[in-house]
Every structure is written in structure tokens, then in C-alpha cells.
């Protein structure tokens, strides 16, 4: 006998559905697998006996209640979708909350409970920040701000060490030509930065690591970190002496 894959699965519906029913006999509560499977085999069922759709997805719900399955099945099973063959064709059964009732509500499995609450630092520090860029940049929550998009200007020394005091996940975006005021906080822990753009890449208190990574930042061209009186350097180059100091060809 040759039987198509959807006649395949309408047998292991089948199947599944009887296991469910003799368990049930046996005065047995049904899991998740068994409660689908008898659910979508009524709906078939009600549909091969010329049952509207409407007909059948009531049919479906009303097969088992919150006694008949396991505790936390009705929490798990919230939707389930069986494809039945009406006498007008096949149609896409829908059914919503088929166990009515029966909700463990915060004893579900799996459900998410409200930690204590929490609130967000005060900024310590704000700063007046302009993109330069012609596209807007944005900023998340713990991103080290000091090393932020080169084209942001802003005062990076002051930065230093600090993230933007806004709720964990968030950001802050900065518009094509817009300057806009910033709410820092330092970044807390045991102060280790790697990553970002690679200015600091250690403990951030650690001696001279401020001064190095201003360094980094002016020569790579961040605006804000050069030195007073001097034109950031283009990206990649280094910076250009403030007006004074002394040169390789002068000396001091």
C-alpha cells in the first residue's frame, strides 16, 4: 500500500492518539505529546465526519480539560495547528488554548518571574557629544564610551572609564549632526576592558593605561582625545605636536 507523507503522519497522529486514549483509560494524566496528539486526532475525526472547521476546532477543545493533563501541560500547550481534510478540502486547523484552564501561572515551566527591583545609577558625569558622521550612530548600554565611534566628539578624557547611564540593553543614538547631552557612569566590576576598538584591552586603573590609550585614540584619529590646540589626525596617522613642544628635529 503507498501512502503519501500527509497520510504518513495523519497514521502516527493515529497511533499516538490511541496511546493517549488507553493511558486515559487507565485513569492516567496525559502529557504534552499525548494531549496534542488526541486533540489533533479529534479535530481529523470530527473533519472526516463532515464537521465544519469552526465544527471541529470546537470539537478539539472541548476532548480534554485541566484534570485530564498533567500539571503545567495546559501552560505549555498554548496553541496547536493540525492540517484536516473537510469535505471542502484540506484546511489548516487552529486551535488556541485548548486546555481551558489548568494555568500554573509563575509555577509554570518555564515561566519568568520579576526580579527585585533595581535602579539605574545617577550619572556622575554628562557629557555634550556631536556626530560628525553623516549617519547616525548609536551607543549601547555598557559599550566603554571612551573608545566610541571616532567621528562622536566629545571630551574622551573625561570618559574615560565610564558607560552610559541607561538600563542594561539600551542605547543611545546620536542623529547625522547632532549634539545631544550624554549621562555617564563609571564602568564597575573589576574594571577590565578588552575589545571595543582595542584602546585599552586591560584593567582600565592600571598605571598609565589612561595616558597610553589617549595615545591610541589621537592617533587614530578620535576627535576629542587630541591634545588641546591641535587638529585631530586623520585615521591611521599620528597626530600632529601641540604648538611648542618639542620635535625629533628641534629637540627640547
Known sequence: MRLTPTERDRLLIFNAAQLARARQARGLRLNV???TALISDTVCEAARDGARLAEAVAAGRAVLGPDDVLPGVADVLTEIQVEA???DGSRLAVLAGPIGGGHTGDQAPGA????PPHAEPSPVLTVAV????????????????FEAN???RFDRAAAYGMR???PAGSSLRFGPGETREAGLVPIGGTRVVTGFAGLVDGPLDAPGARAEALRRAAAC?????EAPGTE?????????????????ETGP
Open 221 to 225: 584619529g578620535y576627535l576629542g582625545a
Open 164 to 166: 552610559l547611564a541607561v
Open 112 to 115: 519568568l518571574l520579576p526580579g
Open 232 to 248: 585631530p589626525a586623520p585615521p591611521g596617522t599620528t597626530p600632529a605636536p601641540p604648538p611648542g613642544a618639542p620635535t625629533p
Open 85 to 87: 481534510v473537510f469535505e
Open 33 to 35: 505529546p499525548e494531549a
Open 150 to 152: 571616532p567621528r562622536l
Open 130 to 145: 556631536t556626530n560628525t558622521a553623516t549617519v547616525p550612530v548609536s551607543i549601547t548600554s555598557h559599550f566603554h564610551f
